[in-house]
């Protein structure tokens, strides 16, 4: 069974731009979750989509957008790129939503760099 | 607000011996995971803990959560080199899958 697929696997932009990151679940799983790791914040969450709808979000700017797809592929999108914005992107997908446990898998994530 | 901390923060320690990591949370959660990166890598799930009490064990590794205390550990044993990582603790604290992480642990075991 193939993992959690993202890409592109590392970026480069400059400011004031904006980017466009993919991800590809787990086949079945319907849950898609987004967190962004910096040495200076750890991991934050910005994200959560199940089902085409956003479950939950994390304390992040406007400037941080995402969606999920009926095929429950997922896009985050961050327009006018900060250099604080450089981070690696990581994206996780669970089978289901909800109060009961669902494990999470993690992709290899996206390296962003903002000059 | 949901907080986690972790420590320490940073553990150098020789081959075989022993230590523990410890991870607090503020607010009641029934879900508790916890998580290895090694470096420029992603994140390898390697507990998950549901219930007060629950003690889990792989290898060398052994985690354990007090849901009373809000606390796991994640105790390692004789330690060997290939356990340098950093270990992250993250819990769940409303409906859906939204984890709040630790600041994680750098692990470095020296030969």
């Known amino acids: 069974k193939a993992g959690v697929t993202q890409t592109p696997r590392y970026l480069i932009k400059t400011r004031g731009q904006q980017v466009t990151l993919s991800c590809s679940p787990i086949?079945?799983?319907?849950?898609v979750s987004w967190y962004q790791q910096t040495p200076g914040q750890g991991l934050q969450f910005l994200f959560e989509?199940?089902?085409?709808?956003?479950?939950n979000k994390g304390n992040f700017p406007g400037r941080f957008s995402g969606r999920q797809f009926s095929n429950s592929r997922s896009e985050m999108n961050v327009s006018t790129l900060e250099l604080g914005d450089s981070a690696l992107y990581l994206c996780?997908?669970?089978?289901?939503?909800?109060?009961?446990?669902?494990?999470?898998?993690f992709g290899p994530g996206t390296r962003l760099t903002v000059l | 607000e949901l907080k986690v901390e972790q420590n320490p923060l940073f553990l150098s320690m020789q081959e075989g011996k022993n230590y523990t990591i410890y991870c607090n949370y503020s607010?009641?959660?029934?879900?508790l995971y916890w998580y290895r990166q090694d470096p420029g890598k992603s994140l390898e799930s390697l507990f998950v803990?549901?219930?007060?009490?629950a003690v889990k064990q792989e290898g060398r590794l052994m985690a354990s959560l007090d849901t009373k205390a809000r606390l796991s550990t994640l105790h390692i044993t004789a330690a060997v080199h290939d356990l340098s990582a950093t270990y992250f603790c993250?819990?769940?604290?409303?409906?859906?899958?939204?984890?709040?992480f630790g600041g994680g642990t750098r692990l470095m075991v020296k030969p």
């Open positions: 996780a997908s669970s089978l289901a939503w909800g109060d009961t446990y669902n494990e999470q898998f």
């Open positions: 086949s079945g799983h319907r849950s």
């Open positions: 607010t009641t959660s029934d879900r």
């Open positions: 993250a819990v769940v604290s409303k409906a859906g899958n939204m984890l709040t």
């Open positions: 989509y199940f089902s085409e709808t956003q479950r």
């Open positions: 803990l549901l219930s007060n009490g």
